[in-house]
């Protein structure tokens, strides 16, 4: 038989029918929209709200729980949490860790170096360089001599034979030269950089490659909302009880 030992206060609290749960205000507002790309592009919001989905999954038993917006933390995302009291649990969490845990635990990538370490992108961009290909100073497919008349019936057979083989040999030597010389002309002997500003494509990979660079420090975060939940006394309380509590009355 498993003994499931609650939180006193909590319980008493949840099983309270006249008791009804107090949302505060969420004091703590932030979007992608207020960064641009050299303060970070605000790639920590969505680490945070990804954090968030988290805990209403498993706090309130939804396995599938995405918010619809994940740029933002303000009223609206919360409003999407279907739990009163996992709503409460995470905005007053927000307000007191969120600001100390952007400015003391995030570590944002150098932007200009994975700017740097994603130029590689544009080596295929036909507007990125200017090339220089080689020239060709073999002989030229037009000096090999014109085909001979295969059907000249004023010649023996044989002749016509040896006229065919003949002109199988131009025509191989022709296409040799032709080969020969766009092989040279088609070779990059030298390229230079022309290109004076980052396109819109560049951007955005530089912009997924930054986000795949920043490390949130998740387990930060996670330690936080251990001992925040330690604090309220609600660590090995499950939510579902608080539910069934409630309903119950």
């Known amino acids: 038989m498993a003994?499931?030992?609650l939180n006193p206060t909590s319980l008493a609290r949840a099983c309270d029918s006249e008791a009804e749960i107090e949302i505060p205000?969420?004091?703590?507002?932030?979007?992608?929209?207020?960064?641009?790309?050299?303060?970070?592009?605000?790639?920590?919001?969505?680490?945070?709200?990804?954090?968030?989905?988290?805990a209403v999954r498993e706090r309130c038993?939804?396995?599938?729980?995405?918010?619809?917006?994940?740029?933002?933390?303000?009223k609206t995302l919360f409003d999407e949490i279907p739990s009163d009291h996992v709503r409460a649990l995470l905005i007053e969490f927000t307000n007191r860790h969120y600001k100390d845990w952007h400015e003391s635990d995030v570590s944002l990538p150098d932007y200009d170096d994975v700017r740097s370490d994603c130029r590689s992108f544009c080596d295929d961009c036909e507007y990125a360089y200017e090339n220089t290909y080689g020239t060709y100073d073999g002989p030229s497919?037009?000096?090999?001599?014109?085909?001979?008349?295969?059907?000249?019936?004023?010649?023996?057979?044989?002749e016509r034979l040896e006229r065919k083989r003949r002109n199988r040999e131009r025509d191989a030597e022709r296409q040799r030269r032709q080969?020969?010389?766009?092989?040279?002309?088609?070779?990059?002997?030298?390229?230079?950089?022309?290109?004076?500003?980052?396109?819109?494509?560049?951007?955005?990979?530089?912009?997924?490659?930054?986000?795949?660079?920043?490390?949130g420090n998740i387990?930060?975060?996670?330690?936080?909302f251990k001992?925040?939940?330690?604090?309220?006394?609600?660590?090995d309380f499950p939510p579902l009880i608080i539910e069934l509590a409630r309903n119950r009355q």
């Open 3 to 5: 003994i499931l030992i």
């Open 25 to 54: 205000d969420l004091d703590v507002k932030d979007s992608r929209e207020y960064y641009d790309q050299f303060d970070g592009d605000g790639v920590w919001i969505s680490s945070y709200i990804g954090f968030l989905e988290k």
């Open 61 to 74: 038993h939804l396995r599938q729980f995405e918010f619809t917006d994940a740029d933002a933390v303000r």
């Open 141 to 158: 497919a037009d000096d090999v001599d014109a085909d001979e008349d295969e059907l000249d019936q004023l010649v023996s057979k044989q």
């Open 179 to 215: 080969q020969a010389q766009y092989d040279a002309e088609s070779e990059v002997v030298d390229s230079e950089w022309i290109c004076d500003t980052d396109c819109d494509s560049f951007l955005d990979h530089v912009s997924s490659e930054y986000r795949d660079a920043f490390d």
């Open 219 to 224: 387990p930060a975060l996670e330690q936080r």
């Open 227 to 235: 001992e925040f939940l330690i604090e309220r006394g609600e660590k």
